[in-house]
């Protein structure tokens, strides 16, 4: 039984930047063209926003805790609804679900949620601790953690937990490269075999350069809105079915299991509010910062039973033709990640759902899952799309 | 000052008035962890109430300082300045014999190193004025 907000709130603009490198640009720059593009594929204009959803406090996004209010001011609206939920990268797919809320509610009507950062070029430094040396974080900092060191302490111990190889991790860059061979604007197109990956350096073991994502300088926006606005619209619909979110741990010491994280709660609550099953799910964008954290949201999310993530990689079922299509731009292993993927992997499902992927256009899929997972492997949000 | 393990400051815990009869035990060479007085749970990283029960003034206690690795990673590269100079180094969840994890390093003879593995706690010193808990394979 779907929930009764289910389908009572479209996407009807998207959009990401073509960018992958600004040196000497400002994030609130990209944020500006993200927000213009998104309205622009909506047919709104800037006047008609009245709810405004961003995150933007990490170093290369350029604000802090004032995020949303920044990024309002500077568009130069004064919006009645707001949400700057930082939640890492599953941020963006956590705004648009309380967008849904408000839309349903009423408390808004047209919602733009914007992202940009520069993460390749932002010239005032950027570490990667998610917290402070001071409070929890005087237990973990002071050993020298790194965000991909800690998506390899998970890969490492499902490896022993479950028998999964580098191969297996390594089949999930391989076929998100394939699928950016097709996209002018993937960072990288040049196709990659497993052993290339397995050649790479290695960054945080079992982790190779290649089992992690790019880092660009761009950014994306999308733009939601009642169903009944949007059917007065000219653009397709794309309506959101089913949304849910949870959060984990952020002290790597309180991951508990180690092989498991938030997006098996997220994704129980979005198949559950959509009255859907893993199944119905014709094609997924699947946050991947790096290989293992879509080895492991295949699992939560139920694609496949715990442990056999790897064998459903290396089997082909991430293709066009497998069971489970992801990633069809390029993702972020190949295409765009420039802090927060989860705004990007909004705007490609939606793009997939409209038959206007810039990479691989699969045949006419009528559901679409978008996963974010945020932080260290920390914080999860589940969104299901359909037309 | 117990053991001969040293490297840079890094980034040294700030500590705090609650916190710091953790980081002078380990100056002493104890590892403290603490234990519920209500649920009589143990708990990893220290806080001001039992996160299992929620009851208040959980109290110190020292650890075995035994444990097994649940998982490990060799950083080789870090896009973090205070730590470039340590890779590679070797960054663990330890799983206490008391039950609670902790992140630490794998300091000294890495050969065999795997998820499991026995593990004992050493101090090393980090800086000129702290000292963390780190662990080493243990071979005894």
């Known amino acids: 039984m779907p929930a009764d907000w289910s389908g009572a709130v479209a996407i009807v603009g998207a959009y990401e930047s073509p960018r992958r490198r600004a040196p000497g640009v400002h994030p609130f720059a990209i944020q500006a063209e993200c927000a213009k593009g998104a309205l622009e594929d909506a047919g709104l204009g800037m006047q008609d926003v009245d709810g405004l959803a961003t995150a933007a406090s990490f170093p290369a996004e350029g604000a802090r805790e004032m995020a949303v209010a920044e990024i309002a001011e500077y568009l130069g609206i004064h919006p009645r609804w707001a949400d700057g939920t930082d939640i890492g990268g599953a941020a963006p797919v956590s705004h648009a679900g309380h967008a849904v809320a408000a839309i349903a509610a009423g408390l808004a009507e047209v919602v733009l949620v914007t992202y940009a950062a520069c993460g390749y070029s932002w010239p005032h430094g950027a570490p990667d601790y998610l917290t402070y040396a001071h409070g929890p974080g005087q237990w973990e900092l002071p050993y020298g953690p790194s965000t991909v060191a800690t998506y390899a302490l998970a890969a490492r111990r499902h490896m022993h937990d479950y028998g999964t190889t580098a191969e297996d991790l390594a089949a999930i860059a391989v076929q998100c490269r394939a699928n950016a061979s097709a996209n002018p604007h993937a960072r990288y197109t040049a196709p990659v075999t497993v052993d290339d990956v397995l050649d790479s350096p290695l960054i945080a073991d079992p982790l190779h350069r290649l089992d992690c994502c790019v880092v660009t300088d761009s950014g994306g926006a999308f733009v939601l809105t009642s169903a009944r606005h949007a059917r007065e619209m000219g653009t397709r619909p794309v309506y959101v079915l089913g949304f849910g979110e949870a959060l984990g741990q952020v002290s790597m010491s309180q991951m508990w299991p180690f092989t498991a994280t938030a997006a098996a709660a997220s994704g129980a609550r979005a198949y559950q509010t959509a009255g859907m099953r893993p199944d119905e799910i014709d094609c997924a964008q699947l946050y991947d910062s790096f290989t293992i954290t879509v080895l492991l949201a295949l699992e939560d999310l139920g694609f496949c039973a715990k442990g056999e993530g790897g064998k459903f990689a290396s089997a082909g079922e991430l293709a066009p033709g497998g069971r489970l299509p992801i990633n069809t731009d390029g993702g972020g292993l190949s295409s765009n990640h420039p802090g927060r993927r989860g705004a990007l992997a909004v705007v490609e499902a939606v793009r997939q759902l409209r038959g206007t992927s810039p990479g691989v256009r699969l045949d006419s899929p009528r559901t679409a899952l978008v996963h974010g997972m945020g932080g260290s492997l920390s914080t999860s949000a589940t969104l299901i799309l359909g037309v | ?140």
């Open chain 2, 1 to 140: 000052m117990p053991g001969t393990l040293a490297r840079a400051p890094g980034l040294p815990p700030l500590t705090d008035d609650f916190s710091q009869p953790y980081w002078d035990a380990a100056r002493q060479g104890t590892l403290l962890i603490q234990r519920c007085r209500t649920c009589r749970r143990y708990q990893f990283y220290p806080r001001a109430h039992c996160a299992h029960c929620f009851a208040d003034d959980p109290e110190w206690t020292p650890a075995s300082g035994r444990g097994r690795i649940h998982t490990w990673t060799v950083i080789r590269r870090t896009p973090n300045a205070e730590f470039a100079a340590d890779c590679p180094y070797v960054l663990a969840i330890i799983e206490l014999d008391e039950g609670p994890r902790m992140t630490a390093r794998i300091v000294g003879e890495s050969d065999g190193i795997a998820c499991d593995r026995r593990v004992r706690a050493v101090f090393a010193r980090a800086g000129e004025t702290a000292v963390l808990p780190d662990f080493c394979l243990d071979r005894g």
